[in-house]
């Protein structure tokens, strides 16, 4: 592990919501998170940069002259990647994978630490072109010419999981890793071209599975909300009641309420936002206790109802869904279990969980849980915490009054 994550994961060990500053050191953290200038000046100092790191003209010209001797074009906007916190596109991204002459493990790795996404998605035809050339040490140029060989298709289309039909990523790596010949790949797209119209088809199917375990009829929601409303007791007064959790009923429950009850909303929280829009966004966006990465594609009502309805998202809206998910079904389920909506859990469940989460994150395409990556890093702490799931919410309560309390006032002085 290297220093940057140590320091992080020491951040998660020591704090607790107990801490008399935990605000100020929640901001603390917050403000650690590498930018992409900073995380890109790391990555290519490990891999053949050998000048200052805080030479940005030196960066930009070893960058430039990479990309010369791979024959790559350089983007106009390089001056920028090491003056500004902007991030690039994924094309770009390849690209730059392919002038610094990364392996597939290497790529995996760029993508994790700088670009904070999955790697290749294979599902879309040109990352599979990517993976298939970086994999036989191929150049940029010859996969551009593989590309325009391909029929085009837009993988933003349904996925039915229940179909016996879906190719899975997966079975795409496992075909590639077969094959040497770029004849063979085309004619594998060819072949399975219905089946590029659509990405995500793994995750898609795991996050349905840990959605109707939670929704269903007498489900875990509905379980864990018994227990939840027992122990409202020790956060709100008999006669404050409306400050209590949110819980779901016996029946399947609306998605909002349900999202509401995960988070740890309280009932006047889940009334205020949840008019039309149905969204927090207002409470996340520009608030300083959650980095920008991690409130990008952060869960929300309307990507939920996407994935349960099979619709396209973006990679990185259903990973951190998956977390999330994966999140309240294992501390959930150990609340149920032992029938207490205090129970402590030990370090042996918090590894059990990250190994857990982990493996279903491998599979279906995604890098692994990562202190680097920020909005990783809340769940990494709060499995820290004897009560993961509590911890959780007590940081949400802190994102909302933080600013959530403020625009929840703001309202109720323009309503009356």
Avoid at 16 to 29: A, F, I, N, R
Avoid at 160 to 185: A, H, M, R
Avoid at 359 to 372: F, I, Q, T
């Amino acid at each position: 592990m290297e220093r940057y994550t140590e320091v992080l994961d020491y951040e998660a060990s020591s704090l607790t919501p107990d801490d008399d500053l935990y605000e100020q050191k929640l901001l603390s953290v917050a403000s650690m998170f590498r930018t992409f200038s900073e995380a890109l000046t790391r990555f290519i100092s490990e891999h053949g940069y050998t000048g200052s790191t805080d030479d940005s003209a030196a960066k930009v010209d070893y960058m430039r002259n990479q990309f010369k001797a791979a024959g790559i074009n350089a983007p106009r906007d390089l001056k920028d990647w090491f003056s500004s916190n902007k991030s690039i596109k994924r094309e770009t991204a390849f690209s730059v994978c392919f002038a610094l002459g990364l392996n597939v493990d290497e790529t995996n790795d760029f993508f994790r630490r700088v670009i904070f996404e999955r790697s290749f998605d294979c599902h879309a035809v040109n990352e599979a072109v990517y993976y298939f050339c970086i994999r036989n040490g191929m150049a940029y140029k010859e996969a551009k010419e593989i590309i325009s060989l391909m029929p085009k298709v837009d993988n933003k289309g349904h996925v039915d999981t229940e179909s016996n039909d879906v190719l899975y990523t997966g079975t795409i790596i496992e075909f590639i890793n077969g094959i040497s010949n770029k004849d063979e790949l085309i004619a594998y797209v060819n072949e399975h071209i219905t089946q590029f119209g659509y990405n995500n088809a793994t995750a898609t199917k795991h996050t349905q599975d840990l959605w109707n375990t939670i929704s269903r009829k007498n489900g875990l929601a509905y379980q864990e909300g018994l227990l939840l409303a027992e122990g409202n007791a020790y956060r709100v007064s008999e006669d404050d009641s409306s400050e209590a959790f949110t819980t779901v009923s016996s029946d399947p429950d609306s998605v909002w309420y349900l999202y509401c009850q995960i988070l740890g909303l309280d009932k006047h929280q889940t009334k205020k936002f949840g008019g039309e829009i149905r969204s927090i966004k207002s409470v996340l966006v520009d608030n300083s206790l959650l980095p920008p990465l991690a409130e990008a594609n952060f869960p929300d009502r309307n990507g939920i109802e996407k994935i349960i309805n099979g619709s396209h998202v973006s990679p990185e809206t259903i990973r951190k869904l998956m977390i999330l998910l994966e999140f309240y079904v294992f501390w959930a389920e150990q609340i149920v279990k032992s029938k207490n909506p205090f129970h402590e859990s030990t370090a042996v469940d918090a590894e059990r969980f990250m190994a857990k989460a982990d493996r279903y994150l491998v599979e279906a395409g995604y890098p692994a849980l990562y202190h680097g990556n920020p909005y990783d890093w809340i769940f990494l702490w709060a499995i820290k915490d004897p009560s993961p799931l509590l911890t959780f919410r007590y940081y949400m309560s802190e994102l909302f009054a933080h600013k959530g309390d403020a625009l929840l006032r703001l309202e109720d002085e323009e309503q009356s």
